[in-house]
């Protein structure tokens, strides 16, 4: 007979723990998702959990049965913004599901959460395209289901693999003239002059973008917070390529990234959003495409790029699904209301 179930938190500090936390949400993604598993690296995790924040307090935990890891789980509790919401995960390898693991870790998750104050639980799932739109039948998606998670907005996952022609990309250009904007491209931080506007923008992208029933406000836009998360992007070892649209001004009007995973080889689409007295301009396609064409041009080891939609963004669907795009997995984010809370 199995022995008590007990839940530690993790330090990421110490190698040997981290790595048996990491390889349960490892393989736990893997099964459920094969090779469209998207899935952080041994080393990107690590540097995430390591770094200090001044935006986002991390805890990992894994639970332990008869001296061997059968979980994990982690948390995030924004520090500046969203302060009544918790990021939360858990994940279960197949051999140890089905024995109230991952109900004991939820569990755990939820009184981290109810202790930091906080009344709404997010987390996203996924599931093959090849299963039932709603997920039903799926391990993460009954598992929630069962847990009193609600789906607040629904996601598809799409995969470009790369190249993509040069004809494909012109003639898509030639659609979006992006007529009395200019272009810029780079690799790397966010040059300075632009840096403002930039995280500006990007902080109000969960709040632009569909957000479904999502109980979400938008992030903090200090600059010296996106720099410091451009530092963590650059010790895990990933490159950003980025481009946006600016005015006459100089003012940066549109804007896309791209980030490249040193460890998978994958490329994927972070944010893409145009600013509101900018938009009808085609400036989303213009800046995605020259994007686009820089990556392919600086890194052609790259095979392939992984992007997120709100599956009622129906304009950005159609423009990736021109460009190539196919979708391979649906994602949920679920939301979750802690009981007691009003």
Same mark, same amino acid.
């Given at each position: 007979?199995?022995?008590? !179930?007990?839940?530690?938190?993790?330090?990421?500090?110490?190698?040997?723990?981290?790595?048996?936390?990491?390889?349960?949400?490892?393989? +736990?993604?893997?099964?459920?998702?094969?090779?469209? #598993?998207?899935?952080?690296?041994?080393?990107?995790?690590?540097?995430?959990?390591?770094?200090?924040?001044?935006?986002?307090?991390?805890?990992?935990?894994?639970?332990?049965?008869?001296?061997?890891?059968?979980?994990?789980?982690?948390?995030?509790?924004?520090?500046?913004?969203?302060?009544?919401?918790?990021?939360?995960?858990?994940?279960?390898?197949?051999?140890?599901?089905?024995?109230?693991?991952?109900? %004991?870790?939820?569990? @755990?998750?939820?009184?981290?959460?109810?202790?930091?104050?906080?009344?709404? !639980?997010?987390?996203?799932?996924?599931?093959?395209?090849?299963?039932?739109?709603?997920?039903?039948?799926?391990?993460?998606? =009954?598992?929630?289901?069962?847990?009193?998670?609600?789906?607040?907005?629904?996601?598809?996952?799409?995969?470009?693999?790369?190249?993509?022609? &040069? %004809?494909?990309?012109?003639?898509?250009?030639? =659609?979006?003239? +992006?007529?009395?904007?200019?272009?810029?491209?780079?690799?790397?931080?966010?040059?300075? =002059?632009?840096?403002?506007?930039? #995280?500006?923008?990007? %902080?109000?992208?969960?709040?632009?973008?569909?957000? $479904?029933?999502?109980?979400?406000?938008?992030?903090?836009? &200090?600059?010296?917070?996106?720099?410091?998360?451009?530092?963590?992007?650059?010790?895990?070892?990933?490159?950003?390529?980025?481009?946006?649209?600016?005015?006459?001004?100089?003012?940066?009007?549109?804007?896309?990234?791209?980030?490249?995973?040193?460890?998978?080889?994958?490329?994927?689409?972070? $944010?893409?959003?145009?600013?509101?007295?900018?938009?009808?301009?085609?400036? $989303?396609?213009?800046?995605?495409?020259?994007? !686009?064409?820089?990556?392919?041009?600086?890194?052609?080891?790259?095979?392939?790029?992984?992007?997120?939609?709100? &599956?009622?963004?129906? @304009?950005?669907?159609?423009?990736?699904?021109?460009?190539?795009?196919?979708?391979?997995?649906?994602?949920?984010?679920?939301?979750?209301?802690?009981?007691?809370?009003?």
């Amino acid at each position: 007979m199995p022995g008590p !179930l007990t839940i530690a938190r993790v330090d990421p500090l110490d190698d040997s723990a981290y790595d048996a936390w990491w390889e349960a949400y490892a393989s +736990a993604r893997r099964v459920d998702m094969g090779e469209d #598993a998207v899935i952080w690296s041994r080393d990107e995790s690590r540097a995430e959990l390591q770094q200090p924040s001044a935006t986002t307090e991390r805890r990992a935990f894994v639970a332990m049965q008869d001296g061997a890891v059968v979980g994990s789980a982690s948390i995030g509790l924004s520090l500046k913004d969203n302060l009544h919401a918790a990021g939360i995960g858990v994940n279960v390898p197949p051999e140890h599901r089905r024995r109230g693991v991952g109900s %004991a870790l939820l569990a @755990h998750i939820e009184a981290e959460a109810a202790a930091a104050g906080r009344t709404t !639980l997010r987390a996203d799932i996924f599931w093959p395209a090849s299963a039932p739109d709603d997920g039903s039948g799926e391990p993460g998606r =009954e598992f929630a289901r069962r847990h009193g998670f609600t789906v607040a907005l629904g996601d598809l996952q799409g995969r470009l693999d790369l190249p993509v022609a &040069d %004809a494909v990309i012109e003639e898509l250009l030639a =659609e979006a003239p +992006a007529s009395g904007y200019t272009i810029r491209s780079w690799r790397g931080p966010v040059p300075d =002059e632009l840096v403002a506007e930039w #995280a500006a923008l990007d %902080a109000v992208l969960d709040t632009e973008a569909p957000t $479904g029933d999502l109980d979400i406000e938008a992030a903090s836009a &200090d600059v010296a917070d996106f720099r410091a998360d451009e530092e963590l992007v650059a010790r895990q070892g990933r490159t950003s390529y980025g481009t946006a649209a600016l005015t006459a001004s100089g003012s940066v009007a549109a804007y896309t990234q791209i980030v490249v995973s040193r460890d998978d080889g994958n490329a994927y689409q972070w $944010g893409t959003l145009v600013r509101r007295e900018d938009r009808g301009r085609r400036l $989303g396609l213009r800046v995605k495409l020259e994007n !686009l064409r820089m990556l392919q041009e600086h890194s052609p080891g790259t095979t392939r790029i992984y992007t997120f939609n709100a &599956d009622s963004n129906e @304009h950005m669907l159609a423009v990736n699904t021109r460009l190539g795009f196919r979708t391979t997995a649906r994602m949920a984010e679920l939301q979750k209301r802690l009981r007691g809370a009003e």
